[in-house]
Protein backbone atom coordinates (compact mmCIF):
# COMPACT_ATOMS: atom_id res chain seq x y z
CA UNK A 1 0.00 0.00 0.00
CA UNK A 2 2.02 3.14 -1.85
CA UNK A 3 -0.32 5.71 0.04
CA UNK A 4 0.19 9.35 -2.41
CA UNK A 5 2.89 9.04 -4.36
CA UNK A 6 4.13 11.97 -6.69
CA UNK A 7 6.17 12.25 -9.71
CA UNK A 8 9.14 13.61 -10.51
CA UNK A 9 10.49 14.71 -6.77
CA UNK A 10 12.49 17.34 -8.28
CA UNK A 11 12.50 19.41 -11.66
CA UNK A 12 13.96 22.51 -12.46
CA UNK A 13 12.33 24.46 -15.52
CA UNK A 14 13.17 27.22 -17.75
CA UNK A 15 10.86 30.11 -18.08
CA UNK A 16 7.97 29.23 -20.63
CA UNK A 17 8.52 25.85 -20.97
CA UNK A 18 5.74 23.45 -19.77
CA UNK A 19 5.66 20.53 -17.70
CA UNK A 20 2.78 18.17 -15.73
CA UNK A 21 3.31 16.66 -12.43
CA UNK A 22 1.38 13.24 -11.51
CA UNK A 23 -0.58 12.42 -8.58
CA UNK A 24 -1.31 8.45 -7.52
CA UNK A 25 -2.98 7.01 -4.48
CA UNK A 26 -4.19 3.74 -3.64
CA UNK A 27 -6.61 4.36 -1.42
CA UNK A 28 -9.50 4.62 -3.52
CA UNK A 29 -10.04 7.93 -2.55
CA UNK A 30 -12.97 10.20 -4.19
CA UNK A 31 -11.08 13.93 -3.36
CA UNK A 32 -7.85 14.67 -4.70
CA UNK A 33 -6.12 17.77 -4.01
CA UNK A 34 -3.02 19.84 -5.42
CA UNK A 35 -1.27 22.71 -2.59
CA UNK A 36 1.27 24.70 -2.92
CA UNK A 37 3.78 25.51 0.19
CA UNK A 38 6.18 28.99 -0.03
CA UNK A 39 7.99 29.75 2.68
CA UNK A 40 6.20 30.93 5.86
CA UNK A 41 3.24 30.51 3.98
CA UNK A 42 1.35 27.52 4.87
CA UNK A 43 -0.02 25.09 2.44
CA UNK A 44 -2.55 26.94 -0.51
CA UNK A 45 -5.37 25.09 -2.48
CA UNK A 46 -4.63 25.18 -6.35
CA UNK A 47 -6.99 22.68 -7.49
CA UNK A 48 -8.45 20.31 -6.26
CA UNK A 49 -11.29 17.68 -7.75
CA UNK A 50 -14.18 15.79 -5.81
CA UNK A 51 -14.69 12.51 -8.35
CA UNK A 52 -13.42 11.37 -11.76
CA UNK A 53 -14.06 13.52 -14.24
CA UNK A 54 -14.49 16.83 -12.00
CA UNK A 55 -12.53 19.33 -11.33
CA UNK A 56 -12.55 22.82 -9.84
CA UNK A 57 -10.92 26.00 -8.31
CA UNK A 58 -8.77 26.40 -5.22
CA UNK A 59 -7.14 29.47 -3.95
CA UNK A 60 -4.58 30.12 -6.37
CA UNK A 61 -5.27 28.18 -9.72
CA UNK A 62 -3.70 30.82 -12.04
CA UNK A 63 -1.17 29.74 -14.38
CA UNK A 64 -1.98 26.04 -13.50
CA UNK A 65 -4.57 23.32 -15.28
CA UNK A 66 -5.51 20.07 -13.64
CA UNK A 67 -7.63 16.70 -14.90
CA UNK A 68 -8.89 13.42 -13.30
CA UNK A 69 -9.80 11.04 -16.10
CA UNK A 70 -8.88 8.05 -13.72
CA UNK A 71 -10.17 7.71 -10.14
CA UNK A 72 -6.61 7.32 -8.70
CA UNK A 73 -4.75 9.72 -10.83
CA UNK A 74 -5.01 13.90 -10.56
CA UNK A 75 -2.00 15.45 -12.98
CA UNK A 76 -1.39 19.24 -12.51
CA UNK A 77 -0.18 21.17 -15.30
CA UNK A 78 2.07 24.27 -15.95
CA UNK A 79 1.40 25.12 -19.38
CA UNK A 80 3.89 28.41 -19.69
CA UNK A 81 5.94 28.12 -16.57
CA UNK A 82 6.90 31.68 -14.37
CA UNK A 83 9.90 31.92 -11.66
CA UNK A 84 6.65 32.69 -9.76
CA UNK A 85 5.38 28.91 -9.78
CA UNK A 86 9.30 28.14 -8.14
CA UNK A 87 7.40 26.56 -5.04
CA UNK A 88 7.25 22.89 -3.37
CA UNK A 89 3.59 21.24 -4.52
CA UNK A 90 2.13 19.10 -2.33
CA UNK A 91 -0.70 16.34 -3.68
CA UNK A 92 -3.07 15.35 -1.19
CA UNK A 93 -6.36 12.77 -0.71
CA UNK A 94 -9.35 12.25 1.32
CA UNK A 95 -11.95 9.54 1.55
CA UNK A 96 -14.50 11.97 1.39
CA UNK A 97 -15.58 15.90 2.19
CA UNK A 98 -12.87 18.52 2.64
CA UNK A 99 -13.09 18.31 6.11
CA UNK A 100 -12.04 15.15 6.72
CA UNK A 101 -8.45 14.25 6.68
CA UNK A 102 -6.34 14.50 3.93
CA UNK A 103 -2.80 12.09 3.18
CA UNK A 104 -0.55 13.70 1.66
CA UNK A 105 2.17 12.99 -1.00
CA UNK A 106 6.24 13.27 -0.20
CA UNK A 107 6.08 16.50 -2.58
CA UNK A 108 7.42 17.90 -5.77
CA UNK A 109 10.12 20.45 -5.40
CA UNK A 110 10.22 23.31 -8.76
CA UNK A 111 12.10 25.77 -9.44
CA UNK A 112 11.59 27.66 -12.65
CA UNK A 113 14.87 29.79 -13.71
CA UNK B 1 -13.85 33.71 3.16
CA UNK B 2 -12.15 30.88 5.65
CA UNK B 3 -9.21 31.95 7.98
CA UNK B 4 -6.96 30.67 9.86
CA UNK B 5 -4.28 32.01 11.93
CA UNK B 6 -1.30 30.37 14.06
CA UNK B 7 0.82 31.77 16.71
CA UNK B 8 3.43 31.98 17.31
CA UNK B 9 5.23 32.08 14.33
CA UNK B 10 8.46 30.30 15.48
CA UNK B 11 9.56 29.20 19.29
CA UNK B 12 12.60 27.60 20.57
CA UNK B 13 12.49 26.26 23.34
CA UNK B 14 14.59 22.99 24.88
CA UNK B 15 14.19 19.10 25.77
CA UNK B 16 11.63 18.90 28.78
CA UNK B 17 10.14 22.32 28.10
CA UNK B 18 6.43 22.02 27.65
CA UNK B 19 4.92 24.68 24.36
CA UNK B 20 1.50 25.45 24.04
CA UNK B 21 0.79 26.17 20.20
CA UNK B 22 -2.38 28.28 18.54
CA UNK B 23 -4.97 28.29 15.98
CA UNK B 24 -7.60 30.97 15.63
CA UNK B 25 -10.22 30.70 13.09
CA UNK B 26 -13.11 32.13 11.18
CA UNK B 27 -15.08 29.76 8.53
CA UNK B 28 -18.54 29.33 7.27
CA UNK B 29 -20.58 26.39 9.06
CA UNK B 30 -17.40 24.85 11.17
CA UNK B 31 -17.14 20.84 10.27
CA UNK B 32 -13.52 20.41 11.72
CA UNK B 33 -10.11 21.55 12.60
CA UNK B 34 -7.50 19.29 12.24
CA UNK B 35 -3.86 19.53 13.45
CA UNK B 36 -0.62 18.21 11.72
CA UNK B 37 2.96 18.34 11.87
CA UNK B 38 5.31 18.72 9.02
CA UNK B 39 9.25 17.35 9.05
CA UNK B 40 10.70 17.98 6.22
CA UNK B 41 8.71 16.50 3.29
CA UNK B 42 4.73 15.54 3.65
CA UNK B 43 2.65 16.93 6.69
CA UNK B 44 1.75 13.98 8.42
CA UNK B 45 -1.97 13.89 10.28
CA UNK B 46 -2.27 14.54 14.25
CA UNK B 47 -5.30 15.36 15.43
CA UNK B 48 -9.19 16.06 14.02
CA UNK B 49 -11.29 18.03 16.43
CA UNK B 50 -14.88 18.52 16.08
CA UNK B 51 -16.27 18.88 19.46
CA UNK B 52 -15.69 21.60 21.85
CA UNK B 53 -13.82 20.92 25.10
CA UNK B 54 -13.45 17.01 24.42
CA UNK B 55 -9.66 16.41 24.51
CA UNK B 56 -7.44 14.39 22.19
CA UNK B 57 -4.02 12.91 23.31
CA UNK B 58 -1.60 10.83 21.26
CA UNK B 59 1.28 10.82 23.70
CA UNK B 60 2.92 13.76 25.17
CA UNK B 61 0.64 15.56 22.39
CA UNK B 62 -2.64 17.00 23.29
CA UNK B 63 -5.25 19.29 21.74
CA UNK B 64 -8.56 20.98 22.38
CA UNK B 65 -10.54 22.91 20.55
CA UNK B 66 -13.07 25.94 21.44
CA UNK B 67 -16.11 26.82 19.37
CA UNK B 68 -17.11 29.13 21.17
CA UNK B 69 -14.30 31.27 21.17
CA UNK B 70 -13.04 29.60 17.65
CA UNK B 71 -9.65 28.69 18.61
CA UNK B 72 -7.47 25.48 19.24
CA UNK B 73 -4.43 24.81 21.04
CA UNK B 74 -1.86 21.98 20.73
CA UNK B 75 0.25 21.08 23.34
CA UNK B 76 3.43 19.25 23.63
CA UNK B 77 5.04 17.84 26.78
CA UNK B 78 8.49 16.85 28.11
CA UNK B 79 9.47 17.82 24.27
CA UNK B 80 12.21 16.38 22.43
CA UNK B 81 14.34 16.96 19.80
CA UNK B 82 12.28 14.43 17.25
CA UNK B 83 9.27 17.19 17.92
CA UNK B 84 11.39 20.13 15.83
CA UNK B 85 9.08 20.86 12.96
CA UNK B 86 6.57 22.77 11.39
CA UNK B 87 3.04 22.30 13.03
CA UNK B 88 -0.16 23.12 10.73
CA UNK B 89 -3.55 23.76 11.41
CA UNK B 90 -6.27 23.42 9.34
CA UNK B 91 -10.06 23.88 8.92
CA UNK B 92 -12.86 22.53 7.23
CA UNK B 93 -16.63 23.93 6.73
CA UNK B 94 -19.86 21.72 6.27
CA UNK B 95 -20.49 22.98 2.74
CA UNK B 96 -16.93 23.04 1.58
CA UNK B 97 -14.84 20.36 -0.42
CA UNK B 98 -11.62 21.72 1.09
CA UNK B 99 -9.00 22.45 4.10
CA UNK B 100 -7.91 25.94 4.61
CA UNK B 101 -4.57 25.98 6.46
CA UNK B 102 -2.83 28.50 8.33
CA UNK B 103 0.59 29.51 7.97
CA UNK B 104 2.44 27.09 10.55
CA UNK B 105 4.47 27.28 14.18
CA UNK B 106 8.13 26.50 13.49
CA UNK B 107 9.05 24.44 16.76
CA UNK B 108 12.91 24.13 17.49
CA UNK B 109 13.86 22.05 20.15
CA UNK B 110 17.45 22.38 21.50
CA UNK B 111 19.14 20.04 23.48
Known amino acids: NAGVTQTPKFRVLKTGQSMTLLCAQDMNHEYMYWYRQDPGMGLRLIHY???????AKGEVPDGYNVSRLKKQNFLLGLESAAPSQTSVYFCASSLWRGGDEQYFGPGTRLTVT | EDKVVQSPLSLVVHEGDTVTLNCSYE??????LLWYKQEKKAPTFLFML????IEKKSGRLSSILDKKELFSILNITATQTGDSAVYLCAVGGLAGNMLTFGGGTRLMVKP
Open chain 2, 27 to 32: VTNFRS
Open chain 2, 50 to 53: TSSG
Open chain 1, 49 to 55: SVGEGTT
